[in-house]
């Protein structure tokens, strides 16, 4: 989060150096995504946050504390344009099965 935005990147890798008078810090190298396209957004009733990888020239390093979550980047074709949506939790969403739980009876 910066100035209160979300941003999207993803994480090519971790490290540690020691920053600010030898106080060791853990760091990420990140490569961008665009805003979300605002268009798609308004249209789906903010359900599709679609955004387009900025490549090498978005690299940043940035301190994993600002790391809010981990969410999928799924690729999708928007007017022959090469996009991805947002998925948050990856996996968990199955796991819930959308509030319907089956208890498992044991046999007897």
């Known amino acids: 989060m910066h100035n209160g935005e979300i941003h999207f990147g993803e994480v090519l890798y971790y490290f540690q150096c020691k920053v600010h008078q030898d106080k060791e810090s853990t760091l990420a190298l990140?490569?961008?995504?665009?805003?979300?396209?605002?268009?798609?957004?308004?249209a789906s009733h903010h359900t599709v946050v679609s955004c387009t990888h900025l490549g090498d020239a978005s690299l940043q390093v940035?301190?994993?504390?600002?790391?809010?979550?981990?969410?999928?980047?799924?690729?999708?074709?928007?007017?022959?344009?090469?996009?991805f949506f947002v998925i948050e939790k990856p996996g968990l969403d199955v796991a819930d099965l959308g509030g319907y739980h089956k208890?498992?009876?044991?046999?007897?």
């Open 103 to 108: 208890e498992v009876q044991e046999e007897e």
């Open 30 to 42: 990140i490569s961008m995504y665009s805003a979300p396209d605002p268009a798609l957004l308004e």
């Open 62 to 83: 940035i301190d994993v504390k600002s790391i809010h979550t981990v969410v999928a980047m799924v690729p999708h074709q928007v007017n022959n344009e090469e996009r």
